[in-house]
């Protein structure tokens, strides 16, 4: 069975100037997304490792919000206690909840939310010691560990960590960017 995928994705930061030669549309951010999602699930050992596995579902969906530095702040110390902006954060709602309590609807599965702020994004895209050198792979690069963490994957140490990198590198790099 062909499993469907959809994947909202909002900017609500209506200001936000990406670099005149890093340009990004929401349109093809979703194409991709979904693409990564897409591939995340033909990786077995992955889903394994995942919040589906021993689920049958025929639909995936999730949405993204993009957002300012203020924003995430906000978000960061209600949710998370920490009074500071942060890269990203996910509300894993599938992967989060014990599986007896998880909810599937019609076959469809709801994993979440991810909200990305486009500040930090850009403000770490520039920064020497990370390595993602273009706001738009730095852009991925969160949108792809957003993705993990609605799948229930996490880094309590430096072992899954590196795990999560990993896989979200080869997830970037299958769509060929």
Request: hydrophobic share 35%; with cysteine; proline share 2%.
């Amino acid at each position: 069975m062909t499993k469907e995928i959809n994947i909202f994705i909002e900017n609500t930061y209506e200001d936000f100037k990406a670099p005149e030669t890093e340009s990004f549309e929401i349109a093809q951010m979703t194409k991709d997304a979904v693409a990564m999602t897409r591939y995340f699930l033909s990786k077995k050992e992955w889903v394994e490792k995942s919040c589906l596995k021993g689920y049958d579902f025929s639909l995936l969906y999730f949405d993204t919000v993009l957002t300012d530095d203020n924003h995430i702040h906000e978000i960061n110390r209600e949710y998370r206690q920490k009074d500071r902006p942060t890269d990203v954060i996910t509300f894993a709602i599938f992967a989060d909840s014990p599986p007896e309590e998880r909810f599937i609807f019609d076959n469809e599965i709801n994993l979440g939310e991810i909200i990305i702020s486009l500040d930090t994004a850009l403000s770490q895209s520039k920064d020497e010691s990370h390595e993602n050198k273009t706001f738009k792979d730095e852009l991925y690069f969160l949108l792809a560990h957003g993705i993990l963490h609605l799948l229930g994957y996490d880094h309590q140490d430096e072992d899954t960590l590196k795990e999560m990198w990993t896989i979200q590198q080869e997830m970037i790099n299958n769509l060929g960017i």
